[in-house]
């Protein structure tokens, strides 16, 4: 009986000094309130954790899901210094959704050996991470910092991450309140490679050195809609990145050092990214998804050039490699040493003899193809012939017209707007012209800076305006002649000066509205290179294109038909006309079909591809557009104005103030003076009289004239 009573004292003796080891091992964390009568971890509403030795004894077990600590709204202002010291076995720590944290304090994080992940989430009043706050956390392989209101970049200098076989992971994302990236900011996480994805933070700028002293593999930093500067040097010290993702963000450019070993390249929806580094600091890339077409026809083109160069400058000796000929082929030693110094492991050689696969989108498409603003080199030449005479000669038209004493009529009003509609062609075809001269050969470069710039909207704007407004000013032309011929002998029908100034007042209306809708969302001028509104993507566009092409061809048909009831008035000899009517009919519809015509396949191949079945490529359509569609412009201030004796007559008239030409200016003064002389009512105009006046103007003729000598005269 007493070895059996002894064998119990000795077993509870045991019993409690393990109670008693047990306790003595458990050191309970800063962050926690520790006591023994509870087997839970329970939030307080005290400035701790309630934490039990179960806790200790749960973090030292070996099931994964045992070893993860999540805290969810802390009622803690602070986490403070050693908070976690002695969860010696934790590998996952999550803070999230605590209202109440501000701050996290130096080695809040400190000698956690076991620690794998840190995840600091949904701490929308988080202000401030202090320096050190991650420290000697040498399996490290998976930091999170997401929508915080932290002022100041983390410190991440002290992690010393000894991963291997591992990216570590790096994640900041949406906090708006870091508007920068400091030097060496990422400097002392790790000396193996980095993950980092960093997005929808607030972001304005990457600093000089900022990823100095890191292995980047990938870096993302889309959804950083704040971000306008990556600095030259920011990669400097860096080895990486081999993917960059910079897309949705407002970067104008990309640093021209530091992507040397970039293989991916992404930057979808930059609108700002008009430009690329030059294209000899991305020669291992493989992959490039950008925003705008030109700038895959920058790649492809680049690519064949270098490729042609290098073969060029080395097609000598691979002829001479190639060539089985041994008479031909010369064995002096220099020779041989250089055949034998083509080093075909160099990059640039490799890359231009063996070109890998290369994939680029969005790749260039019928609207936007991989050639120079005109296309064409004749098309150049003719383009600017054009221009020269559509601005001359409308600008000497409005000159002359404006500052001529003659009284303003309704002719000379309409042709006035005429003018200058079309010398807003002109100045349209200027544009266009000098932009193409100014990037010929590689219209690449320039394609985005020129088609989302202001350049491009100008020129688009004034050549709707012009186009609509020429037509509109050509129809009430016509309708002002075939008005004015029909009602010859009734003076009080005729149309007066301030009728057709409230008419044409309605047509610069119109032409202004069609001009300003593709600046206001309907349609587009940036679709194509010769910014005309050919984008029928939505319902909206797709009408207003097609809505003002047959609004063109309404008004041709609206000029056929006043034509022919001229031509049929002035062939009938029961209607008395003026003479001089008849002849401007005659000329004005010779020039208005001449005009039409050219228009009409401009009009006839534009509603065919707005109704999205395109009968030729917009390559071709450029020739079009170039030669027939401005045509007008260069031919209406000739024909119209410059060609016609009554602008002679103004020029004539105008030379005389400046001691040129009297005679002419006086025969012309003396044929305004008979011309409104009306003699009293009853008498008639004897032939004396007429005779008088013929003899007065060949004297006058007879005295000569400075520009009108050798025949000149008319």
Request: charged share 20%; net charge positive.
């Amino acid at each position: 009986m007493a070895p059996a009573r002894q064998t119990v004292w000795v077993l509870l003796a045991l019993s409690g000094v393990l109670n008693l080891r047990s306790c003595w091992t458990f050191t309970c964390p800063s962050i926690c309130k520790c006591s023994l009568k509870s087997d839970t971890c329970y939030k307080d509403t005290g400035e701790k954790l309630s934490c039990t030795r179960e806790t200790q004894l749960k973090s030292q077990a070996a099931p994964s899901f045992i070893r993860n600590l999540r805290l969810t709204h802390l009622p803690l202002t602070e986490v403070p210094s050693n908070a976690f010291r002695g969860l010696i076995n934790v590998s996952r720590i999550e803070i999230s959704q605590s209202d109440c944290t501000r701050y996290i304090r130096n080695h809040a994080f400190l000698s956690l050996h076991s620690l794998t992940e840190i995840q600091i989430q949904n701490i929308r009043n988080l202000i401030s991470i202090e320096k050190g706050a991650f420290t000697d956390l040498p399996r490290l392989r998976y930091l999170s910092i997401c929508n915080t209101g932290i002022i100041h970049f983390p410190d991440f200098s002290t992690i010393s991450s000894l991963v291997i076989l591992e990216y570590f992971f790096l994640e900041l994302g949406d906090n708006i309140q870091l508007h920068s990236i400091p030097a060496n900011a990422f400097q002392g996480i790790t000396q193996e490679s980095v993950y980092m994805k960093i997005i929808k933070n607030g972001f304005k700028e990457i600093k000089s050195h900022a990823f100095n002293g890191t292995k980047l593999h990938k870096l993302i930093l889309k959804d950083n809609r704040y971000l306008r500067n990556i600095h030259e040097d920011a990669f400097e010290g860096a080895s990486g990145p081999t993917v960059l993702d910079v897309s949705s963000t407002a970067l104008d450019t990309l640093p021209r050092r530091g992507l040397e070993h970039l293989k991916v390249l992404i930057a979808r929806s930059t609108p700002y990214l008009k430009t690329l580094p030059p294209l000899e600091s991305l020669l291992e890339l493989e992959v490039a998804e950008v925003t705008y077409p030109s700038h895959c026809c920058a790649f492809h083109t680049w690519r064949r050039k270098d490729k042609e160069k290098v073969v060029h400058a080395l097609s000598p000796n691979l002829r001479r490699l190639c060539d089985d000929d041994d008479e031909i082929m010369d064995h002096s030693a220099d020779n041989v040493t250089d055949l034998y110094d083509i080093n075909l492991q160099y990059p640039d050689l490799q890359l231009s003899l063996c070109p890998g696969p290369f994939q680029c989108t969005p790749e260039s498409d019928a609207f936007n193809p991989c050639e120079d603003l005109l296309g064409y080199s004749f098309l150049r030449s003719v383009t600017w012939l054009i221009t020269v005479f559509a601005v001359a000669g409308n600008m000497a038209v409005l000159v002359i017209l404006i500052i001529s004493h003659q009284k303003l009529n309704v002719s000379r009003f309409l042709i006035c707007n005429l003018a200058f509609a079309d010398l807003c062609m002109g100045v349209y075809l200027l544009l266009i012209a000098a932009t193409d001269y100014h990037s010929r050969m590689e219209y690449y470069n320039h394609a985005t800076f020129w088609q989302t710039g202001a350049g491009c909207g100008v020129a688009g704007f004034l050549t709707v305006f012009a186009s609509e407004l020429s037509v509109y000013t050509l129809t009430m032309i016509t309708l002002e002649r075939w008005h004015t011929i029909t009602n010859a002998m009734h003076k009080n029908k005729r149309l007066r000066l301030r009728h057709v100034v409230a008419m044409m007042a309605g047509g610069w209306g119109f032409s202004l509205l069609a001009a300003l809708l593709p600046v206001l969302g309907v349609s587009s001028y940036t679709k194509v290179s010769i910014c005309l509104p050919m984008d029928i993507e939505s319902l909206a566009s797709q009408v207003y294109v097609v809505a003002l092409l047959l609004l063109n061809v309404t008004a041709f048909f609206i000029i056929c038909y006043c034509y022919v009831r001229i031509y049929l008035s002035i062939h009938n000899p029961d209607l008395a006309i003026r003479h001089g009517d008849s002849k401007i009919a005659k000329r004005m519809a010779i020039l208005i079909f001449t005009n039409f015509i050219c228009m009409a396949p401009i009009s006839f191949f534009g509603i065919s591809a707005a109704l999205r079945m395109p009968l030729i490529t917009v390559s071709h359509s450029k020739i079009l557009l170039v030669l027939f569609y401005p045509i007008n412009s260069l031919c209406n201030p000739f024909l119209y104005t410059i060609f016609t004796r009554s602008f002679r007559k103004d020029i004539r008239l105008l030379l005389s103030r400046c001691s040129f030409c009297h005679a002419r200016a006086e025969f012309y003064r003396a044929q305004n003076l008979e011309a409104h002389t009306i003699p009293p009512k009853g008498s008639t105009t004897s032939p004396r009289k007429h005779h008088s006046f013929r003899f007065y103007t060949y004297n006058i003729k007879m005295q000569g004239c400075f520009l009108c000598k050798g025949g000149g005269a008319t």
